[in-house]
T-cell receptor, first 111, second 112 residues
Framework: GENVEQHPSTLSVQEGDSAVIKCTYSDSASNYFPWYKQELGKRPQLIIDIRSNVGEKKDQRIAVTLNKTAKHFSLHITETQPEDSAVYFCAAYNYGQNFVFGPGTRLSVLP | NAGVTQTPKFQVLKTGQSMTLQCAQDMNHNSMYWYRQDPGMGLRLIYYSASEGTTDKGEVPNGYNVSRLNKREFSLRLESAAPSQTSVYFC???????????FGSGTRLTVV
């Protein structure tokens, strides 16, 4: 079955710097890759996603890139702000299978 | 449009007691899921239901049962609660292609 690895497990950046979180997946049939943000005590919420026919997607300060050949995808956050501090989860999905989530990355944005 | 609604939000049980966590979605999704999240940990799938009338075990099903009552509702039952089941439980739903994957607000369960 699918296996998703996520690195780093914790990440601290200075406010205004960029943050990058990387995920790798094992099943080449996976075709949908969402990212979720979970603030302390709250539910995970979708922040951006990418489908396998697209290499990059941007939404304001957030971007996701996908390399299908290498089977990895990354979340990029630019101009980080304190409100970006949260746990971020990547996931991989193949039609007819279940979502498989990565173990999460705790991002801390230091003022 | 409420999305995914879970009840209760908090619950304290004594060891051996039983309870049912309720989940309902109003997005006409076919697939529904139950996860547990322990402190500092990721999301572990307990059970899922790909469609009304079907349920399947996930990664950590022991000690739990589920019922897909209809397309909207998917409940999780603890028959005899144990301290190891202290956790935050999230329900989620999605359409057939995984899109629109939405989590409920969670149930914080403590078993003493």
């Amino acid at each position: 079955g699918e296996n998703v690895e996520q690195h780093p497990s914790t990440l601290s950046v200075q406010e205004g710097d960029s943050a990058v979180i990387k995920c790798t997946y094992s099943d080449s049939a996976s075709n949908y890759f969402p990212w979720y943000k979970q603030e302390l005590g709250k539910r995970p919420q979708l922040i951006i996603d990418i489908r396998s026919n697209v290499g990059e997607k941007k939404d304001q300060r957030i971007a996701v890139t996908l390399n299908k050949t290498a089977k990895h995808f990354s979340l990029h956050i630019t101009e980080t702000q304190p409100e970006d501090s949260a746990v971020y989860f990547c996931a991989a999905y193949n039609y007819g299978q279940n979502f498989v989530f990565g173990p999460g990355t705790r991002l801390s944005v230091l003022p | 449009n409420a999305g995914v609604t879970q009840t209760p939000k908090f619950q304290v049980l004594k060891t051996g007691q039983s309870m049912t966590l309720q989940c309902a979605q109003d997005m006409n999704h076919n697939s529904m899921y139950w996860y547990r999240q322990d402190p500092g940990m990721g999301l572990r799938l307990i059970y899922y239901s790909a469609s009304e009338g079907t349920t399947d075990k996930g990664e950590v099903p022991n000690g739990y049962n589920v019922s897909r009552l209809n397309k909207r509702e998917f409940s999780l039952r603890l028959e005899s609660a144990a301290p190891s089941q202290t956790s935050v439980y999230f329900c989620a739903s999605s359409n057939d292609r995984g899109y629109g994957y939405t989590f409920g607000s969670g149930t914080r369960l403590t078993v003493v």
